[in-house]
Nanobody, 115 residues
Framework: QVQLVESGGGLVQAGGSLRLSCAAS????????MGWYRQAPGKQRVLVAT???????NYADSVKGRFTISRDNTKNTVYLQMNPLKPEDTAVYYCNLNRGGIIYWGKGTLVTVSS
């Protein structure tokens, strides 16, 4: 089994920044990629950013140039630096891990951006 624990969410004013972290533990050999998704109230969960073991990244158009995903393979941790934040970034952010085609999810961390 794989466990993912997110942290770093909170309330911030528009234009501010937050850094999310997601630590993976358990059976985490052969990880293909990790990433972040978000789900705003009343909407579907959507991709924010992903990063492969080799460091290749992919971003949703809505966050390109504002968010940066990174990972520390020695700590099995993925980060999401978010700056500047907009009110439309308000959502629950979920960490995601792909291990051999099997997808695991964290429980999510709430990010609220006030205008």
């Amino acid at each position: 089994q794989v466990q993912l624990v997110e942290s770093g969410g909170g309330l911030v004013q528009a234009g501010g920044s937050l850094r999310l972290s997601c630590a993976a533990s358990g059976s985490i050999s052969s990880i293909n990629a990790m990433g972040w998704y978000r789900q705003a109230p009343g909407k579907q969960r959507v991709l924010v950013a992903t990063i492969t073991t080799g460091g290749n990244t992919n971003y949703a158009d809505s966050v390109k140039g504002r968010f940066t995903i990174s990972r520390d393979n020695t700590k099995n941790t993925v980060y999401l630096q978010m700056n500047p934040l907009k009110p439309e970034d308000t959502a629950v952010y979920y960490c995601n891990l792909n291990r051999g085609g099997i997808i695991y999810w964290g429980k999510g961390t709430l990010v609220t951006v006030s205008s």
